[in-house]
């Protein structure tokens, strides 16, 4: 097995132009296969950036990514498009779509990934049970609380059964109980699951004690260094 | 973004919309000397006219629409939202039907006063509609922090810098539909004194010399005179009302007038009887007999015979304007989503409003240039031509509604359900277009409300001679008051329905701006 192989993420020399002022890189960022990696930093120094150009969303202007072995990016040029990187995101403000119901949301991404729609019912069950959403199929995501919607988020980024979760922010409109709640599903669920995540915060202490590695991004958008936990 | 859909869009966008501003183009090109005169004391003072008659009419707007629009959207003044409805009729209603109306009730006033002042009230709710957009735009805490410190007159002083943009982008758009309206000033000047502005001169050089070179070459200068609006009008309207609502926004309060409430609702209240109530009460009046004695039989008759007449006049309308409105919508929402969220989506915008800028008229000979040639004469001659016509003329306007309403919302929607795995085509279907139904259907009552009123083309197109406005062009100078004012009304009811059955049945505002 080579290296890349026992890699979740394999990102070198990263860099790209945020706006006008702002860049990000050049970093290199190494994540191994079932590793629970938080990413912290000042607010607008592109720790969410850094997750939408891993998940294909933004474009590079130069380094390389590879995903589980596979390359999926090279210099400005994309080799694998975002629905085929197997990625499942979790959006900072939930991102849900406002005309569907909770079951219309997953029944939506289960057949995007083409699965059969006689499978469809006990998939959406078990992914509601495992994020503690039972019961709450015919919901809007106006009627959700704060939490409930990022169970809702989560649930959608699981259905196609992704191998690397990306947290962007994911705990952050919620009160303390809420987030310990969350916090104990995504490590739940990385476990049970055998996911790779990576969870964006500004709040060093936010995930810490659940967390494999920390990794700390400067306010000019490149990588300090790491704690071990 | 789906190439396969922005090809077809941008084909339908060439052929329908560019292609006829493109040949008129070239026949300039091609004859340099009809360019002779184009600044000539007769082209110059044609100049003049049409400005002041833009500007008149635009800056009229601007003075009682910005009000109006902001008073209607957020105060507490009496029966805003029958105001609010009430409001669109000037401009749902033919500027035609307006001048009909006016000219009969005041026969002293025409010339530059009366087409400017019909003009005016014709174009003031667009302006309102801008206003408003903008205005329930204000984070309510902002709003908040501007009352305690200020009270009403602070959230004035702290709004008007953000509504402004807004407002003048309204404007922008009031002086382009006034500078290149025909009809108006035309049907203002058949009595009395003679305002002839650059739309009338157009049609007249393409009526008596026959030649496209020479009439595009007079219009030249009206077409530069609506871009100098159209610019500003965009980038005021991306500055205006096209600001992205924060995810924690917090919509404002209805704010208290105090003492300024019935004054202010009896200012509003008249600027909609003069625009709407009196020319509507008019035409009821009218159609029952007007002075010669009103009865219930009289009306009666007037409307039979209107629809005997009419009703095939009718019916070709209401198709032409339901299948062109139709058949834009998606091509309107793929465009839109293409200047939303291309990083040069401003050169898409410039190409979609460049038919805007061509006066209607010259747009409509345009269409004859294209269309009236061998192998094309069976389309030129059949309805397919009218929806193609209207398809190309008021396309940006469900174009730049989209492009609103994608920039408004939040790109990660998108996002999530590429990440799922979703095509361009599903996204686009299934998470774009439900999101954005108020603004899509809003764009659909406009193209359907613009075509239903077009005159100013259906005058040249011969395909176009079937419809209603045109019957009713006729009718105006020929035909009797009583038979006029019930086909006017019953272009007006036909025209409002689909705002109405929306406005009852879905519960939702509408987002008619573009």
Redesign the interface.
Known sequence: MTDNNRSAISARGLRTRLGASANLGPLDLELAVGEHALLVGPSGCGKSSLLRILAGLLPTESGDISLFGQEVSRGSKTLLPPRKRGIGFLFQGGALWPHMNVAAHLNFVLRCAAIAPAEWDARRAELLTQVGLEGFEDRRPGTLSGGEAQRLGLARALAPRPRLLLLDEPLGPLDAERRTSLLELFENLRRRLDLTILHVTHDPAEASSMTDRTLHMRADGTLAGENNT | MSRTLLTLSLAVLAVAGLAPVAVMILRVVQDPAALQGLLDERTLSLLGRTLLLGGGAAGLALLVGAPFGYLTARTDLPGATWLRSLGLVPLIMPPLLLAVSWTVLVPQLRGAPMTILLMGLSTFPIVALFTAKAARRVDGRREEAALLSGGLSGVLRMEFGLLLPAALSGTCFAFLFAASDFAVPDFVSSVGRKFNVYADEVFATWQVNGSDSRAVATALPLVVLILAALLPALALRRRGTLATLD?DFVAPRTLSLGSWRWPLGLAAWGLITLGALIPVGRMLFEAGGGPSGWSVYKFQAAFGKAIDLCRDNLLASLGYSILAATLALPVALVLGHAIARWRHGWFLEMLCVLPLAAPAILFGIGNIAVWNGTYTYAFYTSGGMVVVLYIGRFLAFPTLISASAVASM?R??E????????SPM?RMA??VA??L?PSLMGGWILMFVLAMRELDTAILVPAANDTVMFRMFNAVHFGRDDFVAALALLILFVTIVPGVLWRLFSGKELEVLP
């Open positions: 995810s939040d990660e929607l996002q999530a359900a590429e990440l799922a795995g979703a599903r299934r998470i439900p999101a139904l």
